[in-house]
């Protein structure tokens, strides 16, 4: 008896199955079809990306080594075509070089070039931040201290992954500025942060020592 009632049940199963079949058979078969071509798509799409970062990888170190060589301006149209139509990642670093490289005939258009790069809010925060620092350096004998500080200050904060050598730029842009308490006192914010690197506390104990009025310190 209890044969019966399996076969029965099975049959019961077969014509439900077979009725599901009949209705949505075709939405069944285009959804797998769509499932296949989306998971070929994606590898298609991430071999694609794989490729054009090597491509966009070559031609930047052809760029590089245009400029190890020397041979500026051609390095200057190297990295201007990879942050034309390169992958993200080398556009963003294209950029940064091409700006070093301008700063090499030209630092006030190298400055302007940091600084696009700078508030360009697309690029990932620590770019953009490290174009700032980059702008500073270019800065540091010609600019007055408010323009550096308000430049600068932003990027000083605890947290701030370049406050390092922004502190250290004010420090010194104080100093060339003739103001000796904002150097101090950038000086020695540096000092007493456990995270400031041993040779930027060398220097700063140098910059420290002009500073500081004789019998203080």
């Known amino acids: ?8 049940d099975e049959e019961v199963r077969r014509e439900r199955l077979k009725k599901i079949w009949d209705r949505y058979g075709i939405l069944i078969i285009a959804l797998a079809v769509l499932i296949v071509a989306g998971v070929g798509g994606w590898r298609y799409y991430q071999h694609s990306q794989a490729q054009k ?5 070559a031609a930047f170190d052809q760029a ?3 400029s190890e060589e020397g041979k500026r301006q051609e390095a200057e149209a190297a990295l201007a075509a990879v942050a034309s139509t390169g992958t993200s990642g080398y ?3 294209a950029r940064l070089r091409a700006a070093a490289e301008i700063g090499q005939r030209d630092p006030k258009e190298a ?11 697309s690029l990932d925060k620590k770019l ?10 270019l800065l540091l004998d010609s600019a007055p201290l408010d323009e550096m500080t308000g430049r600068l200050e932003p990027l000083t904060a605890a947290k701030s992954t370049f406050r390092h050598s922004a502190r250290e730029l004010l420090a010194l842009s104080a100093w060339r500025n003739g103001d000796m308490a904002a150097s101090r006192r950038w000086s020695e914010l540096i000092m007493s942060d456990a995270e400031s690197p041993a040779n ?3 220097r700063i104990e140098r910059l420290l020592a002009l500073t500081t009025p004789a019998g203080k310190g």
């Open 1 to 8: 008896m209890a044969d019966i009632f399996h076969e029965v």
């Open 53 to 57: 970062a090597a491509v966009s990888g």
């Open 64 to 66: 590089l080594t245009l």
């Open 91 to 93: 556009q963003a670093l």
């Open 111 to 121: 400055v302007a070039a940091f600084d696009r790069i700078a508030k360009d809010g």
């Open 128 to 137: 953009q931040e490290l174009a700032g620092i980059r702008a500073g350096f």
């Open 200 to 202: 930027l506390r060398s």
